[in-house]
């Protein structure tokens, strides 16, 4: 089996910033794609940035891009979220996933991923 475990949300300020991580440990594949979603409260949870295990490509939602950015660390199995410019509607729990099925090609679709971490809680104030 595979472990997801995300940290480094919290309480901040509009504007700040945060920097999410996910370790992964367990089970590993040869190539797949690791993604962050979010769920704020009544909502679906909605694609935030997505990246290739090998080769670092990377693909954003609309909402994300130029403010979030995502990269991953091979050594430490660890795929991290920085975040910036922060906004209320940034709110909600964040998750990180692993899609086994893709290399290089992306899914926004949270059903297409396989495994899921516990989530961390990122509020963002006015």
């Known amino acids: 089996q595979v472990q997801l475990v995300e940290s480094g949300g919290g309480l901040v300020q509009a504007g700040a910033s945060l920097r999410l991580s996910c370790a992964a440990s367990?089970?590993?594949?040869?190539?797949?794609?690791m993604g962050w979603f979010r769920q704020a409260p009544g909502k679906e949870r909605e694609f935030v940035a997505a990246?290739?295990?090998?080769?670092?490509?990377?693909y954003y939602a609309d909402s994300a891009e130029g403010r979030f950015t995502i990269s991953r660390d091979n050594v430490k199995s660890t795929v991290y979220l920085q975040m910036n410019s922060l906004k209320p509607g940034d709110t909600a729990v964040y998750y990180c996933?692993?899609?086994?099925?893709?290399?290089?090609?992306?899914?926004?679709?949270?059903?297409?991923?396989?495994?899921w971490g516990q989530g961390t809680q990122v509020t963002v104030s006015s």
């Open positions: 367990g089970r590993t594949f040869s190539s797949y794609v």
């Open positions: 996933a692993i899609d086994r099925d893709r290399s290089f090609t992306f899914s926004v679709r949270w059903k297409d991923y396989d495994y």
């Open positions: 990246i290739s295990w090998i080769g670092g490509n990377t």
